[in-house]
């Protein structure tokens, strides 16, 4: 019980914290690189997440990134056509790939 207790009452010691400063969220700007097929990327990627976790994914396989997009469709539910599939596919290994097909 006085577990429970100790743990309840740090965790809403959390709610009284207080900062004097301002605090400011440091921005990082990612270089999204133009070309065929951007507006896929735009229209189909960046409504969920920033272009940083594209690129934080490094250099990839052609394979790697078709794979990244199907698993965005089937698991994510993400409303990509087939046409913006391959769009999407082909500008990431043209803009960010390693030149490998696997």
């Known amino acids: 019980?006085?577990?429970?207790?100790?743990?309840?009452?740090?965790?809403?010691?959390t709610l009284f914290a207080q900062v004097e400063e301002k605090v400011e969220v440091p921005?990082?700007?990612?270089?999204?690189?133009?070309?065929?097929g951007f507006d896929a990327i735009e229209a189909n990627c960046l409504m969920c997440h920033s272009f940083g976790y594209i690129i934080n994914?490094?250099?990839q396989s052609k394979e790697f990134w078709h794979e990244k997009v199907v698993k965005m469709i089937v698991h994510f539910k993400a409303p990509i056509s087939k046409?913006?599939?391959i769009k999407t596919t082909n500008y990431?290994?043209?803009h960010?790939?390693?030149?490998?097909e696997k």
Do not use: H, R, V
């Open 1 to 13: 019980m006085k577990k429970i207790l100790l743990l309840g009452a740090l965790t809403l010691s």
């Open 27 to 36: 921005y990082m700007p990612y270089e999204i690189k133009m070309g065929k």
């Open 57 to 59: 994914q490094g250099p």
């Open 83 to 85: 046409e913006d599939e």
């Open 92 to 94: 990431l290994f043209e």
């Open 96 to 100: 960010y790939g390693n030149g490998k």
